[in-house]
């Protein structure tokens, strides 16, 4: 079975701190696949990131950057002087390879993050 | 272009009503979803199509019921829904099911 477990249910910062949002994930399979979603309340996931099993390189984009740390399960989401426009809801989500649930994104419980001016 | 359009955007229905939703993606992707999200809460996967044909079903009702036309498209039929049904609806696609997902801005459904 899988499980993504996201720890922080809210996290609340002043604009410019930087924040982390954590994310665990559990699973059987040796390929697989982890991605970071962004839901602001329009309501639209908003894809930001996919990191496959056999990459554990960690990736830059902008104020974003994301560490994949297999040995502890872990591929944690850090925001760099945080934007009020970053206030969101985040999803850590992890995908299997194949098997009968082919597709199926299980996804964590997600973080609320409000950045306060 | 990863834009996947869902309408409509806000539906009100009533338990005997028949309504339909639409997803419609242009990006040539062979994979598309059909999610659930209450408030406060993840998306739950209801279908995945793979290539038009319905690869997984995860166990939902059968007053859903989806519908894939052709590779652009996919619909969910609704039928005699009941209130614990309200929530958003979202669409997805991918290019292949192991690939990233694009999401749709979502239905927001109501039975009343």
């Known amino acids: 079975a899988q499980k993504v477990t996201q720890a922080q249910t809210e996290i609340s910062v002043v604009e410019k701190e930087d924040v982390t949002l954590d994310c665990v994930y559990e699973?059987?399979?040796?390929?697989?696949?982890l991605f970071w979603y962004k839901q602001p309340p329009s309501g639209e996931l908003v894809f930001l990131i996919r990191r496959n099993s056999f990459d554990e390189q960690n990736e830059i984009s902008g104020r974003y950057s994301w560490n994949f740390q297999k040995s502890t399960s872990s591929f944690n989401f850090t925001i760099t002087a945080s934007q009020v426009v970053d206030s969101a809801v985040y999803f850590c989500a992890l995908r299997n390879a194949g098997g009968t649930s082919y597709g199926k994104l299980t996804f964590g419980q997600g973080t609320i993050l409000t950045v306060h001016p | 272009d990863t834009e996947v359009t869902q309408t409509p955007k806000h539906l009100v229905m009533g338990m005997t009503n028949k309504k339909s939703l639409k997803c419609e993606q242009h990006m040539g992707h062979r994979a598309m979803y059909w999610y659930k999200q209450k408030a406060k809460k993840p998306p739950e996967l209801m279908f995945v199509y793979s290539y038009e044909k319905l690869s997984i079903n995860e166990s939902v009702p059968s007053r859903f019921s989806p519908e894939c036309p052709n590779s652009s498209l996919l619909n969910l039929h609704l039928h005699a829904l009941q209130p614990e049904d309200s929530a958003l609806y979202l669409c997805?696609?991918?290019?292949?099911?192991?690939?990233?997902?694009?999401f749709g801005q979502g239905t927001r459904l109501t039975v009343v």
């Open positions: 699973t059987r399979d040796t390929t697989y696949y």
């Open positions: 997805a696609s991918s290019q292949e099911r192991n690939t990233e997902a694009f």
